[in-house]
């Protein structure tokens, strides 16, 4: 198939009028009420995950509040989430992979994002306190035993911590990731305008996705439309 890259809004819903016609209409639904929920305004890096459940839970976090994109650095250990706990939601997220730190970094700050190191050894901002209005924020997740790297620590834009009242210090990457994602989302939806993604990046979104979904959809666009 040919790339969809800067294709217009009209290419997308052409063929997204006719893969629609090859699903169930209620199916269809809801990828569209989940598309227009979705977002690129926040998004997350996860820094050498190397336990595959949290890697699968970190997808399942994103999926399921709404974030379009995450961005992984591999410079120690490949991204490798579980089939099990994953269940699938690697399908309606976009994973995009880094080499190290540096290259992840330096291609969040080009697309205009804060990078926002979550560590509970800096007093910072927490959850209730961080202003999503500011701009654009990746949220950086540090390895399950080490935390972020001193690379993030030295150019980090800001630090978030998750205030504790007990004896333990801090949660695994995946719980702090549950709660910073949930309520993170939650206020930039009722606080930001413009939070969704543009009609061009929805219409890109849900055809991809219609791609995925319906059987055979290659030939099926390559019948009526000829060049993919």
């Known amino acids: 198939m040919t790339s969809t890259a800067n294709r217009d809004v009209a290419w997308y819903r052409e063929r997204i009028a006719l893969l629609s016609g090859f699903m169930l209409p209620a199916r269809y639904d809801v990828l569209r009420r989940t598309v227009a929920m979705r977002t690129r305004y926040m998004t997350i890096l996860a820094e050498n995950t190397f336990h595959p459940q949290n890697a699968a839970a970190l997808i399942r976090h994103c999926e399921a509040f709404g974030l379009q994109q ?25 994973i995009r992979r880094h080499g190290s730190t540096a290259e992840a970094l330096a291609a969040l700050r080009a697309e205009g994002y804060r990078i926002v190191a979550t560590t509970p050894h800096r007093e910072d901002t927490t959850p209730e306190s961080f202003d999503v209005g500011r701009g654009r924020f990746a949220l950086v997740f540090g390895t399950e035993h080490a935390g972020i790297s001193e690379e993030v620590l030295a150019s ?73």
């Open 70 to 94: 995450m961005h992984t650095v591999e410079t120690f250990c490949r991204f490798n989430p579980s089939a099990a706990i994953v269940r699938g939601t690697d399908r309606w997220v976009d």
């Open 156 to 228: 980090a834009d800001e630090f978030l911590r998750i205030p504790m009242c007990g004896m333990v210090e801090s949660l695994n990457v995946s719980a702090s990731a549950a709660i910073l994602i949930y309520m993170l989302s939650e206020r930039m939806r009722r606080q930001v305008e413009g939070w969704n993604m543009t009609a061009a990046e929805q219409a890109a979104t849900l055809y991809g996705w219609m791609c995925r979904s319906v059987k055979d959809s290659e030939e099926i666009l390559k019948r009526t439309f000829g060049e993919e």
